[in-house]
Antibody, heavy 124, light 107 residues
Framework: QVQLVESGGGVVQPGRSLRLSCAAS????????MHWVRQAPGKGLEWVAV????????FYADSVKGRFTISRDNSKNTMFLQMNSLRPEDTALYYC?????????????????WGHGTLVTVSS | EIVMTQSPATLSVSPGERATLSCRAS??????LAWYHQKPGQAPRLLIY???SRATGLPARFSGSGSGTEFTLTISSLQSEDFAVYYC?????????FGQGTKVEIK
C-alpha cells in the first residue's frame, strides 16, 4: 500500500535551516508529482511546493519562495524540502502529499495520499 | 489568490442523520474542487475530486456537487467514523488554496 513517511522536523531558531525528508513506498515514485503541504498549529492547510515526477519543474507558494527548495531522488524514492531563513510563521506540521496524477499534461494539484507529517517549530 | 470559505465552522449532527457542508470560492474554480477529511492525529484523506467524483473506496453515502463558486459535500447518514474536520480545496488557480475547515461533531 502507498506509504509516505516524513522526517527531519524539530525545534530551530529563527534564521536557521532545516531539511525535511519524505520516504515513499508502495507505488512507482518516479511516476508521480509530489508536494509539501503545511498546517500551522490549530490552523488550516497551506500548499507549500510541488516538484514534477521527472524533476523538470518546481513551484512554490509566495510565502516560501526564495527560502525553501524542493527536490527529490527518484533512485531512493525520497523527496526533500530544504528550508532556509526560517521564520516563526513557518512553524507547522509539514505533510508530504502525492499528486493525483496528470491533468492535461500537468499535475492535477490535488492530493490522493498524505503522510502523517513532521513538526517544525521555529522559536528562539 | 482565490479564497475558499467553508460554512458552518462547526456542524453538530447525530449518527444516522444527514450532514450538508458548504464551500464557497471567491472566484470561479470551474469544477476543480476537492474535499478531504482529517481525524485528530491523522493525515487528511481525499474524499471527492472534480467536485463530484468519489475517491477510490469512498462509501456511497458521501456525495459532492456544485460548480463555479458554490459547492456542497453531503453525507447522507453519518457514521461514527465520519466525525472529523472537512476541508475543501480549489485546484483551478495557483496558488492552490484550502478552506478553513468544517468540524463535524457528534450532537
Amino acid at each position: 500500500q502507498v506509504q509516505l513517511v516524513e522526517s527531519g522536523g524539530g525545534v530551530v531558531q529563527p534564521g536557521r535551516s532545516l531539511r525535511l525528508s519524505c520516504a515513499a513506498s508502495g507505488f512507482n515514485f518516479n511516476s508521480y508529482h509530489m508536494h509539501w503541504v503545511r498546517q500551522a498549529p490549530g490552523k488550516g492547510l497551506e500548499w507549500v511546493a510541488v516538484i514534477w515526477d521527472d524533476e523538470s519543474y518546481e513551484f512554490y507558494a509566495d510565502s516560501v519562495k526564495g527560502r525553501f527548495t524542493i527536490s527529490r531522488d527518484n533512485s531512493k524514492n525520497t523527496m526533500f524540502l530544504q528550508m532556509n531563513s526560517l521564520r516563526p510563521e513557518d512553524t507547522a506540521l509539514y505533510y508530504c502529499a502525492r499528486d493525483w496524477g496528470y491533468c492535461s499534461g500537468d499535475p492535477c494539484y490535488f492530493f490522493d495520499f498524505w503522510g502523517h507529517g513532521t513538526l517544525v517549530t521555529v522559536s528562539s | 489568490e482565490i479564497v475558499m470559505t467553508q460554512s458552518p465552522a462547526t456542524l453538530s449532527v447525530s449518527p444516522g442523520e444527514r450532514a450538508t457542508l458548504s464551500c464557497r470560492a471567491s472566484a470561479s474554480v470551474n469544477n476543480k474542487l476537492a474535499w478531504y477529511h482529517q481525524k485528530p492525529g491523522q493525515a487528511p484523506r481525499l474524499l471527492i475530486y472534480a467536485a463530484s467524483s468519489r475517491a477510490t473506496g469512498l462509501p456511497a453515502r458521501f456525495s459532492g456537487s456544485g460548480s463555479g463558486t458554490e459547492f456542497t459535500l453531503t453525507i447522507s447518514s453519518l457514521q461514527s467514523e465520519d466525525f472529523a474536520v472537512y476541508y475543501c480545496q480549489q485546484y483551478n488557480n495557483w496558488p492552490w488554496t484550502f478552506g478553513q475547515g468544517t468540524k463535524v461533531e457528534i450532537k
